[in-house]
């Protein structure tokens, strides 16, 4: 028996944006203890070459709401990725979190062979819908979380796995 479309993404994306706001709360709460700026939370990154901490979420949010979009045949709300504070980050995690949790769990199931087409930047990128689930949407998701957690544990924010897998 497979996986549903909704049990492979939606049910994760919910689980895995609450826990991304529970780590951003931990990250404030550690930058006002520890006398750091807002913007210099956000706005650090682990390798000059990869996006700060604010992108990251900002990616997680796009990632999570275009695939649920996209499975459903709707379009995802558009957002501006203007956030520069925990509490405009927290709001665009509970945006996304509405956006998901308005679609029901039938409209993103169907034939796991129907093409899916992604836009980038320089490229259009084609799969199935089997195939964008499992080797691009939840990967991506899960990259830019891991980023955001591994961000704030270089920081030294106290989280640890518990934080990033939360709870049952």
Do not use: C
Request: no cysteine; proline share 2%; aromatic share 8%.
């Amino acid at each position: 028996m497979s996986a549903s479309l909704y049990g492979s993404t939606a049910a994760q994306f919910v689980r895995g944006l609450q826990n991304l706001s529970a780590l951003l709360e931990k990250g404030e709460a550690w930058a006002k203890e520890n006398g750091k700026s807002e913007e210099e939370v956000l706005n650090t990154r682990l390798a000059e070459d990869m996006y700060p901490l604010a992108r990251q979420v900002q990616i997680t949010s796009d990632m999570s709401k275009g695939a649920v979009a996209r499975l459903a045949g709707i379009t995802a709300p558009a957002m501006e990725d203007n956030e520069v504070t925990f509490a405009q980050l927290q709001e665009r995690i509970a945006n996304t979190l509405r956006f998901i949790e308005s679609v029901d769990a039938q409209q993103l199931e169907g034939d796991e062979s129907r093409e899916i087409v992604v836009k980038g930047r320089n490229r259009e990128m084609k799969f199935t819908a089997h195939s964008y689930v499992t080797v691009f949407a939840i990967p991506n998701f899960y990259f830019h979380i891991t980023t955001a957690y591994n961000i704030l544990r270089h920081l030294g924010v106290n989280i640890g796995k518990a934080d990033f897998i939360g709870g049952n």
